[in-house]
């Protein structure tokens, strides 16, 4: 895990991410936080959260946390990030060129303080969880099995 990004990969995929994305949108939408979000792929969304602010908004400071979900394999990767370079390009620049230690390290530390991303995950995680399709776990060490299976991949055991 970098300094400036929380990251989970969850063993299921699902067919479908938005009921996953549309939750983390609203679940932010509701706490006040202007929220955007879109498909990448059939496989992968992106989400931005942000409170407005006029420092924000002279330094060209579009979003506070950057989500993707996106499933790759038989895993959905979730990872949030703070994300500074948005769509205000040229003051965003004249800011970070200056002020780049003082920004990333205020805006990272209001991201952690607040737990935003860990927030994030949790929402994305727990829809995804209730949306995915059963899965069998080893009785033994509890991993993930393989559709079919006689024997854990893991450890062994004999199911």
């Known amino acids: 895990m970098s300094i400036l990004k929380a990251s989970k990969i969850l063993p ?10 549309t939750a983390v949108m609203k679940h932010f939408a509701d706490l006040d936080y202007e929220v955007n979000g879109e498909q990448i792929s059939q496989k992968c969304w992106g989400i931005g959260i942000h409170k407005g602010g006029t420092f924000k908004a002279i330094v060209g400071l579009k979003t506070a946390l950057r989500i993707r979900i996106e499933t790759i394999g038989t895993s959905t990767h979730l990872d949030a990030g703070i994300g500074l ?6 003051s ?9 230690p003082v920004l990333v390290t205020q805006t990272w530390g209001l991201v952690r303080q607040s737990k935003l991303d860990e927030e994030a995950i949790a ?3 727990e829809t995804l969880l209730s949306i995915a399709p059963a899965a069998s ?3 033994g060490c509890g991993a ?16």
């Open 12 to 21: 299921v995929a699902v067919a479908d991410l938005t009921p996953a994305a």
């Open 85 to 90: 370079l948005e769509s205000q390009g040229i």
């Open 92 to 100: 965003t620049a004249v800011s970070m060129l200056a002020f780049w």
């Open 123 to 125: 929402v994305a995680e």
């Open 137 to 139: 776990f080893c009785h």
């Open 144 to 159: 993930m099995l393989a559709g079919g299976a006689r024997f854990c991949s893991e450890c062994g055991v004999l199911l």
